[in-house]
């Protein structure tokens, strides 16, 4: 079982170059295989429909808003400091950036690291985000869809082109090209994200999902990507249990119905409280995951 860590708020609360180096350093030394970094670019003081993912509907931070870091900005640091673990999203609102803009990042952020990175998109929640971005939030999901189809032309056809509804362009190169299409890691669990996984995408990677619903999901993708000539095992299916219930991450009957639905990447949130955080030292992180696979994967 592989074991990821996130890290929204860790990055967005320590800056400093030297603890994200360190972090890094330690994350690698204590096996974890992959860190992965959440995107808003904005946050509005007050948003309708609420926060889906909180029973107050209000985001962490509350009226203070939420400390978030430019997710490629800061896996591109952590690949020079890091030379194995792989560096996802979780996820970019990728509707909220130009394809051909995010198609470069991505490539470049994947070349530099030496392939590492899982790129991971969903369509956000916000509207007022997507206002002050100046983008449309009714075809949001459209927009997403056209993204995968125009950086993955982008990625493979020199020159590339590619025609839709929102992004078009014709005999353009976009050099250099990743070594291989970047992995698109898709998030959401709604039926047209499932559908959208199963069709297109190369991970699923759903938030505070139930673990029936996990499955009905994962049974779902394979069902569909068989039928679309894919292999059964073409979509990498990626947990994060805490997102659910925080209170029950090292609960592995809690994560048990997860792995067995299919899950082969188990996600974690970086301890930043009480005696194991780390952010009065990143020493402890090898503590928390050794802990974590004792109490956890070893019963799984």
Not at 14 to 30: H, N, P
Not at 117 to 132: D, R
Request: glycine share 10%.
């Amino acid at each position: 079982m592989r074991l990821g860590m996130l890290m929204p708020y860790l990055d967005g609360l320590v800056t400093s170059g030297g603890f994200l180096r360190e972090f890094a350093a330690a994350a690698e030394d204590c096996g974890l295989e992959s860190l992965w970094t959440v995107e808003h670019v904005v946050v509005a003081q007050d948003y309708e429909p609420l926060y889906p993912y909180s029973p107050d509907g209000k985001m962490p931070g509350g009226d203070l808003g939420v400390p978030m870091t430019d997710p490629l900005e800061t896996l591109a640091f952590l690949a020079g400091a890091s030379t194995t673990l792989k560096l996802g999203t979780a996820m970019v609102v990728a509707p909220l950036h130009s394809p051909v803009v995010l198609a470069k990042r991505a490539a470049t952020l994947d070349i530099q690291s030496g392939g590492r990175l899982l790129l991971g998109l969903g369509i956000g929640w916000q509207k007022e985000e997507y206002a002050a971005i100046g983008v449309p939030f009714a075809d949001r999901g459209a927009r997403l869809d056209e993204c995968i189809g125009a950086m993955r032309a982008l990625w493979t056809e020199s020159p590339a082109g590619y025609s839709g509804t929102h992004v078009s362009f014709d005999k353009q190169f976009c050099l250099p090209q990743p070594s291989r299409p970047v992995p698109i890691v898709l998030g959401g669990n709604s039926v047209p994200a499932v559908r959208r996984a199963g069709l297109v995408g190369d991970g699923w990677f759903p938030y505070t999902i139930t673990s029936d619903d996990f499955a009905r999901g994962a049974d779902r993708i394979r069902e569909i990507a068989t039928a679309e000539g894919r292999s059964e095992d073409a979509v990498e299916m990626t947990i994060w249990p805490g997102s659910r219930d925080f209170t029950r991450e090292f609960d592995a009957d809690f994560v048990r119905p997860y792995v067995r639905a299919g899950a082969s990447r188990i996600v974690l949130t970086p301890p930043m409280f009480g005696e194991e955080s780390l952010l009065t030292g990143v020493e402890r992180l090898a503590d928390y995951v050794d802990r974590y696979r004792d109490e956890v994967v070893a019963k799984l």
